[in-house]
């Protein structure tokens, strides 16, 4: 079975502080997807990598940076964290398209819950 | 304009019951795939069922079909025999192309509830 973690379940911080959500994968995929998901908004997407060293934006990227130095592991780092990151970010992974694999679906981690105050 | 529209904030269904939840796509593209997710209180998105484009044949997986009608751009889940483990929130979502992005674009979702 596919296994993507997220290092934690619920998180809460304080405004101005360096927040590191970290994801790790098990299955080799290339991909990896970092979103966040607000009630009535669905799951926007926040950064993703296709590879080792290599990121684009999503579509609401302002205020987070994202590192891949390994291929399993996709971190998501809030630089100065504000009230309105306070969200579910949730973590995803899939292997890279056009190889073959039909339907190529993410799977995703069991998100992490963080509260800025 | 909004490239995956769900329509339906919340659904109730009874026990036994089938349900169909909306979804509806805008893309310009010919190649695209079309996903369902379900996600419980646990927080854990669930891959459901895949549509692709050019699928003659609407998809089915155990309980869970897809009604895709291309010309009216829609792709609606339909749940047979719907059980209480079914009281999700379920996400319509769309991948552009074929290979060239591997990016889903989600919609707002359904909260579906199961009553006995």
């Known amino acids: 079975d596919v296994k993507v973690t997220q290092s934690s379940r619920y998180l809460v911080k304080r405004t101005g502080e360096k927040v590191f959500l970290e994801c790790v994968q098990d299955?080799?995929?290339?991909?990896m997807f970092w979103y966040r998901q607000d009630p009535g908004l669905g799951l926007r997407l926040i950064y993703f990598?296709?590879?080792?060293?290599?990121?684009e934006k999503g579509d609401i990227p302002e205020g987070y940076s994202v590192s891949r130095e390994k291929k399993e592991r996709f971190s998501l780092i809030l630089e100065s964290a504000s009230t309105n990151q306070t969200s579910m970010y949730l973590c995803?992974?899939?292997?890279?398209?056009?190889?073959?694999?039909?339907?190529?679906?993410?799977?995703f981690g069991p998100g992490t819950r963080l509260t800025v105050l | 304009a909004q490239k995956i529209t769900q329509t339906q904030p919340g659904m109730f269904v009874q026990e036994k019951e089938a349900v169909t939840l909306d979804c509806t796509y805008d893309t310009s593209d010919p190649s695209y795939g079309l996903f369902w997710y379900k996600q419980p209180s646990s927080g854990e998105m669930i891959f459901l069922i895949y549509q692709g484009s050019y699928d003659q044949q609407n998809a089915t997986e155990g309980r869970y079909s897809l009604n895709f009608q291309k010309a009216r751009k829609s792709a609606n889940l339909v749940i047979s025999a719907s059980q209480l483990g079914d009281s999700a929130m379920y996400f319509c979502a769309m991948r552009e192309g074929l290979g060239d992005t591997d990016k889903l674009i989600f919609g707002t979702g359904t909260r579906l509830q199961v009553f006995p």
């Open positions: 990598s296709y590879d080792v060293k290599m990121k």
């Open positions: 299955m080799d995929h290339e991909n």
């Open positions: 995803a992974s899939s292997f890279l398209g056009g190889l073959g694999r039909y339907t190529n679906e993410q799977f």
